[in-house]
Every structure is written in C-alpha cells, then in structure tokens.
C-alpha cells in the first residue's frame, strides 16, 4: 500500500508499537462476517490484512464462530464451502465454548476471548464486520479495528481514550494499569487547564509582529529568531503606536481561549 493511506497506516501501527507494545506477527481475530465479505469482493484476507497492517499477521478465528460458518444454510450461502475453507485456513482460536450444544453468539464468544477486566489482553487486532462486535472495542485502549468498507480494508482511527495515552503523559501510567489510567482521566477533566495568562500575554505581539524579516541584524550572526523578534518587539513599543499593543494581547487572549 503505497500513498497517503499507507503512511498513515504505518505511523498508526508505530503508535500501537510504542504505547500499547504490539509486535508482528499481529494476532488479527476475525469474525465470520469479515470472512464473508473479504469473499464477496475476492479479497485474499491474510494478504489484504498485511497490507493493512504494514507487518505480518496471523489471523485467528474462534471456534464458535467456525461452528457459526457450518451451520450457514448452502441455499442462502452457496459459497459456505468456500468460506470454511478459508477459515480453516486460519488458527483457531480456542475459546471453550465446543462443549456447548450451540456455538455462543459471536460477539459473546469474542468478547469472552479478548476481553480481561475491559483490557485487550492478549494485544488482538479486530478485523470485525459485525457492527455490534465492534462496539465492543469502541472504548478499549489499544485495540486496533479493521473493517472492508466498500471493498476497500480499512484500519480505523485509534479511539479517544488510546489516543489520549499515546499523546500523554499517562503512557506510564497504563503500563502500571488501566484503573490508574481511569482515574487519572477523571482528575484531568476536574482540573482547569488554560492557557498561562502570562504566556499569553508574551505570546501577543508575535502573532502580530511585521512578517517581513530583519535582513538588516546581520551583526548578531549567532542570534536566535527569538532575539530578533525580541528586537523587533521593542522598537514597535517605542515607536509611538502605544495604542496597539493593549489590543493585540487582548484579541490573542481571546483567541487563546478558543
Ligand atoms: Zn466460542
């Protein structure tokens, strides 16, 4: 996969290396829904996730949802061979329900094989069809979820609360555990965080400041572009135009706050 979509991809993947400590081969469950629509469009599923993925994979299937597969009726899928055969050629994924009379409704099962105490235990990637499957993974960190949409596989954004770890300062924080995690969200939310009103206030006449560039200060050859525009700052205070200035840092403030 080459393109724009293909670098986001692969820093998504980097993302999931670095937070959450996934590694090739990625461990893909799958459900029977993504078995039948890969098959729809003539996709081959291992190739296409690795695409996707940008690493190597190793698909998985549960057993309940093989059982699922088996139980499809040739009339309405005259393909079913074709779709077992697929998915046989997956690992299967035990997940103990075989004892059952009937195989657990898929989301049950994969829910019962992936999720520990709301944690994506085992580091699955989801390539899931089914939407109330996906739900499922909506709010987990770290749980990667590919889906074909319009014959096209998809690796979906990470969810709000896996970026918020990548982004942060909790990265530490989760590996110590997700309740540490949660409730260092909930004391985030309480606690008011603006902008330093002094930083603001420095932060005005830049916005402001002239683009055009002091090709005249040759002399500080070694000077940061900060010192210049330092420079720059102070003739204009002197320059007369007092008025300026007050409203400057006001409309910053202002759109500071937005
Ligand atoms: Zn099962």
Redesign the pocket.
Known sequence: MRGKRGKAYKKLMAAYHQTFGFREPYQVLVDTEMVKEATRCTMGLPAALERTLRGTVKPMI????I?HLYALSTAEHPNKEGLIAIAKGFERRK????E?EQ??PEK???E??SLKNGHNKHRYVLAVQNKDIRALFRDILGAPTIIINRSVMILEAMNAASRRVRDGTEREKFKAGIVEVQEKKKKKKRGPKGPNPLSVKKKAPKNLAPSDKPAGQAQGGGDTEGNAKKKRKRKHGKGGEGGGQPVSAEAAISSADN
């Open positions: 549960t057993q309940c949802s059982r997940c103990n329900h075989h059952l195989p657990l049950e099962c994969i019962s094989v």
